[in-house]
Each structure stands twice: as structure tokens, then as C-alpha cells.
């Protein structure tokens, strides 16, 4: 038998081969009656570093890093969304811009209706012509459409002359045209490009206080008929000629003793000698001025009217 190490009594520590426990006395040696001695659990040893919570769950971790992912991107959108309305808001006011204004109609970001003007149209179709011409403009439909017009080829403002009566072409030009409402709306800018050369059968005389030269053959004195004519040119035109544009600033044209004064009333901005030449056939009614490198284009139709056009505009006469 197996020597016990430890009394199956009382469990106090025997020595080797001791028959009796010398704590409660019981015989050791007697196997009949043992029964297991109970030890104390051994304890483990207690980790000093935390417990581990197992591997992560991976599933959960991807979830939250998709709806972190998804809360980001529409924190994007809203900011970029946000930006867009204002940066729209801000340029549709402009200063109130007319010509952004109208790029806004119907967008939705004013609610104000696009205005939409026709182009102007002309009496006289574009080409080459061999004698004055009159060029009518006519109006589009609209509520208070005013017509502005240049005949030098520039673009027309509602700084430029407005259209009242026709304008007479004794030379080439380009007629442009637009239409302006009360509103301010505009349409486009027409054009026109008219070529007038009227043939060389005309007189030049220099004016000046010689008298007109008269061929004489017989006692009667004969004046050549351009002459006639060239004569009653001067006298239609003579005197003082007022000329207004729509913002209400005035020129006045003064033909006397082959002079050319051009004023504002107030200060004088040309004075110099003139000359000039009639077309035939028109009665004296249509003729050219030339002074200081400029040429005057002048018409006098209707007569009896006490107006004139210089260059296409209409002047009225001063008593």
C-alpha cells in the first residue's frame, strides 16, 4: 500500500510510513476505510492584463463605418447644395442688371415673363440706287416702343437719334435701327446697307458774292439751267437750321454768304467757309455741302414746310 501523505481523517500531514495520524490518531494503514482526502482547489493564477473580449464582430464594425461613410457624403451634398442656391441668388439680383434680368425671365428665379420685341423693318430693301432715296423704319408691335437709329454704321443706343419722320439717303450709308419699350426691353439691332451714287451731272460753284456766270448771246442775259438750280439751293438752304436729339441737346446749322456756322447757342464748335454742288432735275431741292473736309448731305422735300435734312436728320428752321 501506498504510503499517505496526508491523514484521510482529518487531512493533516503524515510522515512517511507513520501507522497513525499524530493529529486524530486514525490508523493509516487500515485501506478499508479510506476515502479520498480533500485538497483545496488550486487556484489559477490570476492575469495581471485585462481580459480580451474575443476577436471584434466584424459585420457590426462595418456598419457603422458605412453609415459614417453615408452621413459624410450627404454633409457634402447639403453644403454644395446650399452654395449653389446662394451663388444663384446673389448673381440674379446683379445690381439689378436690366440685361441680367432678362437672362433670368422665365428661369424661375424671378417669375417675371421675358419680354420679347421684334426687329424693326425698313420701306427700302437693301442695294445700289442712283438718286436719294428715303428709308422708312417701322415699328414693331409693342406698348410704348420707341425707335432709335444711326446711319454711320454704329450700333444705336436710346442715346442715339430717335426715329420721327423718313430718313433721306443722298449718299451711302448703313442704317441700324432698334426698338426700346417703357420697360426698358429691347429687340435686336437691324441693319441696313444702302449704296447711293448718283451720277456726276451736277454743277460745283464756290459760294461767294461773285455772281452766277451768265453766257451772253444777245442782249437778253441766259443763265444755264444749273446754274438756276444751284442758285435756289442756296436760297432754300440760307438762314438758321435747328436740329435736336432725343436727349433734348441742340445744334443750329447757319448757312449765310457761303459761311457755315454750327453752334450749340452757346458756344461755337465750327465756322468756315462752304461750297457746294445741286443734283439736277431736283429743282434745287437736293444738293451737297462741302466744308472743311466734311460733306453736308442736304434735302429740302417738301418745300414750303420751313424744315430741312441734314445728313438724314430734321432740322426745323429758325426765324
Given at each position: ?51 480580451m473580449s474575443g476577436p ?199 448757312f449765310s454768304g457761303g459761311m457755315l456756322l ?58
Amino acid at each position: 500500500m501506498e504510503d499517505l501523505e496526508f491523514c484521510p481523517k482529518c487531512g493533516a500531514k503524515l510522515d512517511p510510513g507513520e501507522p497513525f495520524c499524530g493529529n486524530c490518531g486514525f490508523e493509516t494503514e487500515v485501506s478499508d476505510h479510506l476515502v479520498p482526502i480533500p485538497q483545496e482547489p488550486i487556484q489559477p493564477v490570476q492575469m495581471v492584463s485585462a481580459q480580451m473580449s474575443g476577436p471584434p464582430n466584424t459585420s457590426s464594425a462595418g456598419s457603422q463605418k458605412t453609415v459614417i461613410i453615408m452621413a459624410v457624403i450627404l454633409g457634402v451634398i447639403v453644403l454644395i447644395g446650399g452654395a449653389t442656391f446662394l451663388w444663384f441668388s446673389l448673381s440674379g439680383k446683379n445690381n439689378g442688371n436690366p440685361a441680367n434680368t432678362n437672362d433670368l425671365a422665365n428661369s424661375g428665379v424671378t417669375g417675371e415673363k421675358q419680354v420679347v420685341i421684334d426687329l424693326p423693318s425698313y420701306s427700302l430693301n437693301e442695294g445700289s440706287y442712283a438718286s436719294s432715296q428715303k428709308v422708312e423704319i417701322n415699328k414693331p408691335s409693342g406698348e410704348e416702343i420707341v425707335v432709335y437709329f444711326t446711319i454711320d454704321g454704329t450700333d444705336p443706343t436710346d442715346k442715339s437719334s430717335r426715329y420721327e419722320a423718313p430718313i433721306v439717303l443722298n449718299a451711302s450709308a448703313t442704317v441700324k435701327s432698334i426698338a426700346i419699350d417703357k420697360g426698358g426691353n429691347k429687340s435686336g439691332i437691324k441693319t441696313g446697307t444702302y449704296t447711293i451714287t448718283i451720277p456726276q451731272q451736277t454743277a460745283t460753284q464756290q459760294a461767294t458774292t461773285q455772281q452766277p456766270t451768265t453766257t451772253t448771246t444777245t442782249p437778253a442775259v441766259t443763265v444755264a439751267p444749273e446754274v438756276n438750280e444751284w442758285q435756289q439751293f442756296e436760297d432754300y438752304i440760307s438762314g438758321t437750321w435747328k436740329w435736336t436729339d432725343s436727349s433734348g441737346f441742340t445744334l443750329y446749322y447757319q448757312f449765310s454768304g457761303g459761311m457755315l456756322l454750327v453752334t450749340d447757342g452757346g458756344s461755337d464748335y465750327y465756322y468756315d467757309y462752304y461750297s457746294s454742288t445741286v443734283s439736277t432735275g431736283t429743282n434745287g431741292t437736293i444738293g451737297t455741302i462741302y466744308t472743311g473736309g466734311d460733306q453736308l448731305y442736304i434735302d429740302c422735300n417738301p418745300l414750303g414746310d420751313n424744315a430741312i435734312y441734314i445728313n438724314g436728320y430734321p432740322c426745323t428752321y429758325v426765324p
